[in-house]
């Protein structure tokens, strides 16, 4: 790359092709269903805040580069070339970048240099379109309108920037060139280019019955959301239920929807309902989709009353996998059952099944006790559950695991998953002060910090812990990455305004050069957090209430 810049060239690639390369050796793994949940939603996610920035962004001095090195450049960056590879097919793509190449090797390039090789082997408008994409922040979000005429489905479809918020642009906002894909039960894929100089796109999708769904963006390959009327999303939530829908476009349903509830253009009620269309699924990404539903529900509501009837609609969401998934390993099992079992050990054990909880006690106590060892993968599920209970003998038992581990991978686990997960606030103080004490590695004690924020009951205490200790942490890490993630993730999950003007005055007063765009994108998250709990309080607490 000719300068930082450019940075996405080298870390949004190297991010896309990792997962090109595995799905071609091993596509047993359906490693771009996993890319969807673990980048390109990460990419939605910040991309929506006002607090984001284009995946190109101007760097005038390189102290300013710890800051772009973040879901933008890694996870947009990635996202956006996996649109472009879909849109342009493998061959293009492939000519387009042996000849780029052959001729920039051993020099430093520039992105309109990528764009241009891939659209002379491609003959389609591709620096125009990724133009759209690269120089400017946020991504759209497509409303969709239908009209059946005869055999036939009519949609209208609309574009407008995706905004956390949820305030609109206007005319004269964001517009995207938008490769855009159609499908329908059983009918063939359609394709087409939304125009970001038409407010309206109109598409004909011929002998689609009235009681067909039709879904946009099938795979999820396209870096945009999707709003849909309420009768195409009545067709899609039996779409879910009857599993007519591959797994990771069920995922999409519901991950779209729970953004625009957080945006406030639906209501959190319709996302409960829509998380009961999937008590039946048995598919890793989309229960993991819907653990990170509820980890955002989670934080909105931890302050209130009804957090236990929160949990308990958890425990019956999670009710029917349960019976299905085993706490060892089967025979023939793929790796992502491995990954669903610690996912639903975790869920229920925090949610308080006891019946879980209590056979991850037992597992423990003959693990710590050097008896029969708990299974790496579920190891930090175990960890989790118990810690979970808050009892202070368990507390000592991992503490004592953790002085004597000598696999820096087990000590991380114990850590984050054990000691950091701890629901008594006096059990997380005593994690809080080990994390900098000499047991912990300096570059371990951000994780492990980080991890007690993001506890229920861990957030009030980091964030004092944080501010106590502002002077030996700034000095020990200086304003490096490590430093900026632990502003971010010590200050993000308050909900009132009043925490926000804090944490905004508090670093206005304690400055820290380089993480002034993670404390704006924590303060951006807060008053949105805070929105979504002040406009939807009453219909989550009357959802409950009709239970």
């Known amino acids: 790359m000719e300068w930082w810049t450019h940075l996405w060239l080298n870390e949004g690639f190297a991010s896309f092709m990792e997962n090109l390369t595995t799905d071609v050796l091993y596509p047993e793994y359906k490693i771009w269903?996993?890319?969807?949940?673990?980048?390109?939603?990460?990419?939605?996610?910040?991309d929506s805040l006002d607090s984001s920035h284009p995946i190109e962004v101007d760097v005038g001095h390189p102290?300013?580069?710890?800051?772009?090195?973040?879901?933008?450049?890694?996870?947009?960056?990635?996202?956006?070339?996996?649109?472009l590879y879909d849109w342009i097919g493998d061959a293009a793509f492939k000519t387009g970048m042996n000849r780029y190449l052959t001729k920039y090797s051993y020099k430093n390039t520039e992105t309109p240099q990528l764009w241009a090789e891939l659209e002379s082997a491609s003959g389609l408008p591709v620096t125009s379109v990724m133009k759209t994409w690269t120089e400017q922040m946020g991504f759209p979000c497509i409303s969709v309108t239908s009209q059946q005429e005869g055999s036939n489905r009519v949609l209208t479809l609309t574009q407008s920037k995706f905004v956390a918020d949820g305030r609109e642009e206007g005319e004269n906002g964001s517009r995207w060139q938008i490769p855009i894909s159609i499908t329908s039960s059983g009918k063939e894929v359609t394709k087409i280019m939304m125009n970001q100089e038409l407010q309206e796109t109109m598409v004909t999708l011929a002998n689609v019955s009235p009681n067909d769904w039709v879904k946009l963006n099938p795979g999820v390959v396209g870096f945009y959301r999707v709003n849909y009327g309420s009768a195409d999303l009545a067709r899609l939530c039996d779409a879910v239920k009857a599993k007519s829908l591959p797994a990771v476009d069920r995922l999409n349903i519901l991950d779209d929807l729970f953004s625009l509830i957080s945006a406030g253009k639906a209501k959190t009620s319709d996302g409960l309902r829509l998380l009961e269309s999937y008590k039946e699924e048995e598919s890793y990404?989309?229960?993991?989709?819907?653990?990170?539903?509820?980890?955002?529900?989670?934080v909105v509501i931890a302050d209130q009353e009804f957090y236990s009837d929160w949990e308990r609609f958890v425990l019956d969401l999670f009710s029917g996998i349960k019976k299905s998934v085993k706490w060892d390993p089967v025979e023939g099992e793929s790796h992502l059952d491995t990954l669903l079992r610690a996912l639903v050990i975790t869920r229920l054990g925090k949610a308080g099944d006891q019946e879980v909880r209590q056979e991850a006690k037992r597992r423990f106590d003959l693990h710590a006790s050097g008896g029969a060892k708990i299974s790496p993968d579920i190891r930090s599920a175990v960890y989790t559950c118990v810690a979970s209970m808050g009892q202070e003998d368990d507390y000592n038992t991992m503490l004592r695991l953790h002085e004597e581990e000598e696999l820096h991978e087990e000590k991380e686990r114990l850590a984050r998953s054990g000691l950091a997960a701890f629901s008594s606030k006096p059990i997380l103080a005593k994690t809080l002060e080990l994390s900098l004490s000499s047991s912990v590695r300096s570059q371990d004690s951000v994780h492990m910090i980080s991890s007690v924020a993001h506890n229920r009951k861990g957030r009030d205490l980091t964030w004092q812990f944080f501010k106590d200790n502002f002077v030996l942490l700034k000095e020990r890490y200086q304003s490096g990455f490590l430093l900026s993630h632990l502003v971010k993730s010590c200050s993000e999950n308050f909900i009132s305004e009043d925490k926000a003007m804090e944490v905004e005055q508090y670093f206005v007063e304690h400055p820290l050069p380089g993480s002034e765009?993670?404390?704006?994108?924590?303060?951006?998250?807060?008053?949105?957090?805070?929105?979504?709990?002040n406009r939807d309080l009453m219909d989550i607490n009357n959802f409950f209430k009709q239970k």
Do not use: H
């Open 33 to 46: 269903d996993q890319f969807v949940p673990n980048t390109l939603i990460e990419a939605l996610m910040l």
């Open 63 to 83: 102290s300013e580069v710890d800051e772009i090195f973040d879901n933008i450049s890694y996870n947009k960056g990635a996202s956006v070339i996996r649109m």
């Open 285 to 298: 990404i989309v229960w993991n989709n819907i653990s990170q539903a509820i980890g955002s529900l989670s």
């Open 517 to 533: 765009r993670n404390v704006a994108q924590s303060v951006e998250t807060i008053r949105l957090n805070s929105a979504w709990l």
